[in-house]
């Protein structure tokens, strides 16, 4: 009831008040959407990540708190999405053990043990590069946003010896987002003008051209895209687009696994990727 009292809050003030402060009303719109509102470490997570070596990386101002578990020849890195943690990757964590390979993880500013208030992809994508010039991996594993996060710092940043990157239920189109943003909220079209115009001056984008799918299509990583059918939070198709984009990707629909897409048969399809199965 107080969730829907804070949206019906938010869709009556800030619908109204756009039309006479429209930088303000779109300010305010955006930090209520990259505010996060979970993604702290639970008790089980927080036992279970003890396991690693803990190092703190510094970006700009961030405090990043990375988790690793020492191995030989290569490193994987694992990026984790929205209102989430290191502590989500356990299963795919104890898989990828039998590699052989160093294991990565890090938490996102405003999640898990990182400091930070704010959370967006942009920002997201800066802290990957930073965490990827520490620990050179060869590998980029990413859910969600931080699949969507980690296809644009790669196609940004080229990271040299980067060999294969997999994607697990991450959106490709950031209007979508928005179009979720604003089914979610209520907000009227002159909001979302606002909204987009603020995106634009603020970070220096057009929401338009921020598209998983356009970045991957110039990859030739080895890449795999792992989507479910009956995802209800990033739509199917989203993962099927980024999958079309990429030449020789290999595509894994799952079935019933939710929008987390998080069990033992996942993290299988994982590890046969990584080693070449």
């Known amino acids: 009831m107080i969730k829907n009292l804070l949206i019906l809050f938010y869709r009556t003030y800030l619908n109204n008040i756009v039309y006479v402060f429209p930088t303000f009303a779109a300010k305010t719109a955006m930090k209520l959407y990259t505010t996060p509102r979970a993604g702290k470490l639970n008790k089980e997570q927080n036992d279970f990540l003890s396991s690693a070596t803990k190092q703190p990386i510094q970006h700009k101002e961030l405090n990043l708190n990375s988790y690793l578990w020492p191995g030989r020849e290569k490193t994987i890195l694992l990026v984790h999405g929205w209102e989430s943690n290191s502590g989500r990757w356990k299963e ?21 043990q990182s400091t930070g208030a704010r959370f967006d992809g942009i920002l997201y994508a800066e802290c990957i590069k930073t965490v990827v010039a520490f620990y050179k991996p060869n590998v980029i594993i990413g859910h969600s946003v931080g699949g969507m996060s980690a296809i644009y710092a790669y196609y940004k940043y080229q990271f040299a010896g980067l060999e294969k990157i997999v994607s697990i239920a991450a959106p490709s189109e950031f209007t979508h987002l928005m179009d979720n943003y604003q089914n979610i909220i209520g907000f009227n079209d002159k909001m979302m003008q606002a909204i987009y115009s603020y995106i634009r ?9 921020f598209s998983a799918a356009n970045f991957a299509a110039s990859f ?13 939070v ?21 079935e019933h696994l939710g ?19």
């Open 92 to 112: 795919t964590i104890l898989k990828l053990k039998e590699t052989g390979y160093s294991i990565v993880a890090f938490d996102g500013p405003a999640h898990g």
């Open 201 to 209: 001056q603020q970070y220096n984008f057009d929401p338009y051209e």
């Open 220 to 232: 030739e990583l080895d890449t795999l895209i792992i989507h479910d059918k009956y995802d209800d």
């Open 234 to 254: 990033i739509a199917y198709e989203e993962g099927v687009a980024i999958a079309n984009s990429i030449t020789n990707a290999q595509f894994i629909a799952t």
């Open 259 to 277: 929008h987390s897409v998080n069990t033992i048969e996942v993290a299988k399809y994982i590890y046969d990727f990584v080693k070449g199965a």
